[in-house]
């Protein structure tokens, strides 16, 4: 069947072959989660079950050769996906919360990356450069897959503020440190310390993040009142596209750019509609994306990644999850932010993959490989698993409309439910009510 799909393919010229292979992604994301919604199961697994089906592993309705040429879908669904993320860094957002969500961001981020280099180096005794790129690529912590989940159930409230901010900081300590995890493994490559190697990715992603507040700030002079909605939406694609395109060149992750991009904007314009525009205009490439995502996992990756794969997923999930609750205690949280902060940080996808190219370049070929092999087959159980994980968070956190009636009902008939103050921002928020589920 494979070779007959690919004769098929051969037959077509190039504009048809990728016309015809996006059709197929978004209409196989579709149809998994007709199925998937019946089993109350994210739309985000449904995706990556999807890409499952019909990648190399299983169905093969997209060759590999066709596959290697969708890396632009990535890197356009992580600039927007950013953007999005960087809407949730207001002034007076940032101001309520403190230093304490940088705090716990920190404690989570590394308690999963310092865990995972230390288990994997002395319990398998693999060197040491490939163990401490897997802890910095561990501490990173899927934004996408939390976005889509609450906006899939509507959740609102301070865990769900708590929690966007907390994976929008992540991805943001997740670069810095494979930065310096990078920069370290490359110097030891080499003799001598060869300070270019640690200051390049510094100065890079520095300028990336100055370039995203440029944007931000020219965006907010183009877009004036007078400007049609048609128009606005144009400009903030066309910078988010030569973003994208400028991080690619200098082979820098396009988050943190566009982060800050959404950040500035939202602060100087205090205009959420741009947002909303961005929102409806985004999911058929967030869907793309996380169907490739699943279609990039392939059974001799797995065969390879082995007991350490298994062992790399375990460890990273026992790091999250503590890291957040000590954390959480340690900032003072209240108790659904220490108790279900963890639970939600679990996917791990489009960043993670992202840099596991990157490290391929740095080590030798073999432990490229393992390390590649490791990452991408994880990523796909992490987000299989994670989104649900993300769900039952939300759900026991109380942020949902859904949530707050049941929790209602529960407690007047003496159920030990413990809704928080999650619970009581979310109906402060003007939530609509009714299930969601």
Not at 3 to 31: C, D, H, N, P, W
Not at 142 to 154: E, F
Not at 195 to 219: E, K, S, T
Request: with cysteine; proline share 4%; hydrophobic share 55%.
């Amino acid at each position: 069947m494979r070779k007959a799909i690919e004769q098929i393919y051969a037959q077509m010229g190039e504009a048809t072959r990728v016309l015809l292979v996006l059709s197929i992604i978004l209409f196989a994301g579709f149809l998994v989660t007709r199925l998937t919604k019946k089993l109350h199961f994210p739309d985000v697994s449904g995706y990556i079950l999807a890409g499952i089906l019909i990648g190399p592993c299983c169905l093969c309705l997209v060759p590999e050769p066709m596959l290697a040429r969708m890396g632009f879908i990535s890197d356009i669904a992580l600039a927007f996906i950013a953007f999005g993320v960087g809407r949730f860094f207001k002034k007076d957002v940032l101001k309520n919360t403190g230093i304490g969500v940088a705090v716990l961001t920190l404690f989570e981020a590394l308690a999963a990356g310092i865990l995972v280099a230390l288990v994997l180096r002395f319990l398998f005794a693999l060197p040491w450069a490939l163990t401490v790129l897997l802890g910095a690529i561990a501490t990173a912590t899927a934004p996408a897959s939390t976005m889509m989940t609450i906006r899939q159930y509507g959740a609102k409230g301070k865990f769900i503020d708590t929690l966007l901010q907390v994976v929008a900081l992540d991805d943001a300590v997740c670069l810095l440190v494979f930065s310096a995890a990078a920069a370290a493994v490359s110097a030891g490559g080499v003799k001598g310390l060869c300070a270019w190697a640690f200051a390049r990715p510094i100065a890079y992603n520095a300028g990336a993040l100055l370039l995203g507040a440029l944007c931000g700030l020219l965006l907010s002079k183009l877009l004036s009142p007078k400007r049609s909605r048609d128009n606005r939406l144009i400009l903030a694609v066309a910078m988010l596209l030569m973003l994208s395109g400028v991080c690619a060149a200098f082979a820098v992750s396009p988050l943190l750019s566009c982060m800050v991009f959404g950040a500035v904007y939202v602060n100087v314009t205090k205009d959420e509609g741009l947002f909303e525009q961005i929102n409806d205009f985004a999911p058929p490439i967030t869907s793309m994306f996380f169907v490739v995502s699943g279609m990039s996992l392939s059974l001799p990756a797995l065969g390879t990644a082995g007991a350490v794969g298994a062992v790399y997923v375990i460890v990273r999930i026992v790091g999250k999850y503590f890291g957040a609750y000590y954390g959480a205690a340690v900032t003072r949280q209240n108790q659904v932010v220490k108790r279900y902060l963890g639970l939600a940080l679990i996917p791990q996808a489009g960043v993670a993959i992202g840099l596991a190219f990157l490290a391929k370049r740095i080590l030798p070929e073999e432990m490229g490989d393992i390390l590649l092999a490791i990452i991408l087959s994880s990523s796909v159980l992490y987000e299989l698993v994670g989104p649900w994980c993300a769900k039952k968070a939300i759900i026991l956190s109380g942020s949902l409309p859904g949530c707050l009636k049941e929790h209602g009902k529960k407690q007047e008939t003496g159920g030990p439910e413990e809704t928080g103050s999650e619970g009581k921002s979310a109906a402060h928020n003007g939530a609509p009510h009714g299930t969601v589920l």
